[in-house]
């Protein structure tokens, strides 16, 4: 039963983990209608960014700050330079923009910053797990950061009207453009909103699982599938979805078919759940018009 | 129809001209890759790819002969080190060896990185009588001289080395329960192999759990709770950096005590145990060959000034506490022996006879007392080790240099 | 004179691909043509079932292996001659394409992208696998024998593996440009541009995708076998997700729905990294990145779609 527990919980702090990525690929998806492959690399570069300048003497969140201005920034110049003249391209076209963003935003990490393995401050202090050693001190703080995150995302989609134009834009340039909503803008406002979402996710993962350049390749799938099980248009769904992938991976790997399959079942319970409920758990459907 | 009976003419005549060229030309008497003014060596490295955190092996290789090149060379040659990339997968090594063996010439190949990156090669690099010398991998199978006259080794094997940790565990704590994380792959099972010729008959009965996971894994947090719910009071990890430091930190982290071994593999201050926290790893024992860039303990050691010296001189942006450089400049020292042995002959099998024949090669960057030997009977050319255990400052050595 | 020989290009290439390489190339390079020929069957099997099909597929990569495997356990346990595993691969990789694609495709769009992606990282696990490991060797992988040109013919075994794998190529490029140039093509296409359209007419959409994915699936495995017999040499870490990758890199830079752009996908990624790697030792990821973007920054719809636009203009 202790270990049970113990699973579920560890599985909860990972799932943690692809939820606050989860969180970056529904902003992307919600303003853009694409997934963007290379989040997790971005997220990644951001997160050298913020050792940088915490190296450098920053105080922590006056560099969480900077990383989140800084990343903000790097999404919305990709988004102008390099988004804005695919916008008529095949979709294709853009995946395989999203692929060689990932290559270099892996392989300019590595150069940059070096493969070595670097360990990432926490702004909740080390110490003792608290919970009869169940959670962290950095595991409950970041869950914490996890919900505010996704509760502001919720609020800026549902209340303001900036969300709501974006939401627009993404949904139906055209006629978005003709009631008046730049639509160019909200574009590379939601690819430096989703930059920076990411930077969130890179900055508290990165302390759990070390600093290297791979750190986001394995995470990124999880993610993808956690938002996707939740709905992809609900950020919500998505942070639900990705505690459930945490925990369903740890009780599927210790209880039913070992570590080695892990990885398989959790996503062949994905894609059967997907199968019945194609929108997610928590997603509207999607009505294509024809 | 006549355009086929014309395609059958030029096939036919394309057949012929090929039968005259498929013959290997008179060039066999000078040894490819040796000209009077340089010697061309070739290697294959993870540039790209999972595994570029190794591209700093080749890094290394290359300062180290552009350093042997200022110093004169070895045999009134220089040495032309040719490296490239394979991303770590093994049908893109086959192809960028071929272009090593057959279009650059390469006298031999040094060092190419993976288990199944060589594995894919060895057979061609034998069928054409190429060194395939000092593998970067400590799989087992690097050593099988009667079958793969011209592939070396060069590391401690990793079976080897958990065989030493389960005679250790015979000696010190009979009645171990011990868990066993590794990596699902060669590097991982290797360890299991080694525990089972190690423990022999008792390691059904003493080994309570294994958990695996992957490189794609986040993180091993779920299978470090599930070899502690096993009752292990023994842990033996053979994970990669940064899944060992994050069983270090799991381990401290739940209060967990058991006895804890670590492999080689992961025993890097700088990369390992600082991420992990100095106070985190006290009593984590493993086994070494290899002086560590970042261990204080070697701060004014002879052997690793002249590192640091050819690092300064050489590579003076490279990150210091970067193990990779270490192991280069070992295999770096242990080539050049083998080039100056060879005398003015360095015709591949000569290069394969004198790598077959090193006795007490004494480097600087290995610990002391262990040394390199190699014989015709003999492709493990470290096979010397000693246990060490973490104190919280730095790798404190005990016990007997062990060796195969 | 000269309508007939734009006619018939495709048999002028083949002879030129077949005659001039062989001749004038060293075996390495003609092993890298070798290559060229596998990744361009495999791309067009992605090609099927993402350029005409519109279904996006980040997973064919694992159709690859298990034409790899199927291949090499067939020769290395039973001793089957490598041209006799071919037929065998086709089938079971339709076959597995098709079991993949019963559920998957009822998803559609990103869910398919996900589904797939995830077979692509899941791949390398279930090869190792201890269940299979009797026969697919586990880590270790398969060694497998080169094979020898046959009836005494007075070529090397490169030349011959060359040959050969064109000769392959050749046919399933033909079998390809059939398929889609007909009746089942159009419907393909249909099913693409517009699903209702197309069901209203009489298409069952869901199977008919999924025999799609199936043939798909098929070719991208006889790539795959071909790629083991001329590597001789499967294992687990030489299908990671990245092969899948590199599939779809191919297949955008050549050109979706474009039989010929599949070619010029293979050369790309086959030729393309050798020269990031050239160019940069220290980050060649970065390079190969930045000349993918570059490429479909010029090149939206890849070369076919760039040689497309061209012929419009002209």
Known sequence: ?290 | MQRRTLLSTIGLSTLGAMAGLGRPGAADAATPGVSATEIKIGNTEAYSGPASAYGAIGHGLVAYFKMVNDQGGVGGRKINFITVDDGYSPPRTVEQTRRLVEQDGVAFILNALGTPNNTAIEKYMNAKKVPQLFVATGADKWGDYQHYHWTMGWQPSYRIEAAVYAKDILANKPGAKIGILYQNDDFGKDYIAGMQDGLGAKFKAMVVKTASYEVTDPTIDSQIVTLQGAGADTLLVAATPKFAAQAIRKVFDINWKPLFFMTNVSSSVGAVIKPAGFDKAVGVTTVGYAKDPTDAAWANDAGMQEWRGFMAKYMPNADLSDANYVYAYGVGVTTMQVLRQCGKDFSRANIMKQAANLHDLVVPTLLPGIKINTSPTNYHPIRQMQLQKWNGKTWERFGQIVGA | MGRTLLRHWPLLFLAFAAVVPTVALSNYQLFQLTMVAVYAVAILGLNIVTGFNGQISLGHGAFYAVGAYVTAIMMDKWGVPYWATLPVSALICACTGFLVGLPALRLGGLYLALTTFALAVATPQLLKYKLFEGWTGGVQGIVIDKPDPPFGLPINADQWLYLFSLAVAAVMFLLAANLVRGRIGRAMMAVRDQPTAAEAMGIDLAMFKTRTFAVSAMLTGIAGSLGAIAIQFVAPDSFAVFLSITLFVGLVVGGVASIGGTIFGAFFIEFVPNLAEQVSKAAPGAVYGIILIAFLFLMPGGLAGALRKLLRLA
């Open chain 1, 1 to 290: 039963m202790d270990g049970l527990l113990h699973q579920v919980f560890s599985g909860l702090a990972t799932g943690g983990i692809y939820a606050s990525v989860a969180l970056a690929l529904v902003m992307i998806y919600q303003a853009t209608h694409h997934v963007n492959f290379a989040q997790g690399e971005m997220a990644m570069f951001s997160t050298y960014i913020a050792l940088t300048l915490i190296q450098a003497g920053v105080p922590y969140w006056w560099a969480f700050a900077i990383t989140l201005v800084v990343s903000f920034a790097i999404g919305a110049v990709i988004q102008r330079v390099l988004m804005t003249p695919m916008a008529n391209a095949p979709v294709l076209a853009s995946v395989g923009i999203f692929i060689g963003l990932l290559l270099m935003f892996n392989s300019c990490a590595g150069w940059f910053f070096g493969y070595t393995l670097k360990p990432f401050p926490s702004p909740f202090g080390e110490g003792k797990p608290m919970l009869a050693g169940y959670l962290s001190r950095h595991e409950l703080g970041s869950t914490a950061v996890t919900l505010a995150v996704l509760l502001s995302v919720w609020a800026f989609f549902r209340f303001t009207r900036l969300g709501l134009a974006m939401r627009a834009a993404a949904y139906n340039p055209a006629s978005s453009r003709l009631v008046g909503v730049n639509v160019d803008r909200m574009l590379a406002l939601g690819w430096g909103l989703a930059a920076a979402i990411g930077a969130i996710a890179g900055m508290m993962v990165a302390h759990v699982v070390f600093l290297e350049p791979n750190m986001m390749s394995g995470v990124l799938l999880y993610a993808f599938a956690g938002a996707l099980l939740g709905g992809i248009t609900s950020p919500m769904g998505a942070v639900i979805g990705g505690f459930v992938v945490g925990v369903l991976e740890n009780l599927g790997g210790a209880y039913v078919v070992g570590a080695e399959l892990k990885l398989s079942l959790a996503l062949v319970i994905i894609v059967a759940v997907l199968v019945i409920k194609p929108s997610g758990l928590f997603g509207r459907t999607i009505v294509s018009r024809v």
